[in-house]
């Protein structure tokens, strides 16, 4: 379905997130919602490194608070190139997502 993740990439989400809200750490197990950090209004694109799993709280949160969510990583602004460039404050403390599918620490 057009603005949507293709399966098998919100399945590498959900694996690269460990089927964990990445902003409160909740188990989601299949009923998390895969977020645009780049907001599809925005042109952001449905690539890996530009979605995180969130539960349905954190995804409220994230849309209700843009300014915090930017300053986190969760939004993106649209001149962003490549999100997988631009670090995210989650549960785990400041991490990349990488275009692999993975994330590491950041710097």
Known sequence: MPGEFSQADRR?????????????ARPVFGAGQVHHR???S???KHI????????????GWVHGNVRAAIESGFILP?????PAMVAIKT???????LTD???CEAA
């Open 12 to 24: 590498r989400i959900e694996k690269r997130d460990e089927d964990r809200c990445l902003m409160c």
């Open 38 to 40: 780049q907001l599809r």
């Open 42 to 44: 925005q042109g952001g």
């Open 48 to 59: 890996v490194e530009n979605g995180v799993l969130l539960c349905l709280w954190c995804h």
């Open 78 to 82: 649209s001149w962003i190139d490549d």
């Open 91 to 97: 549960w785990r403390g400041w991490i990349m997502l």
């Open 101 to 103: 599918g993975d994330w």
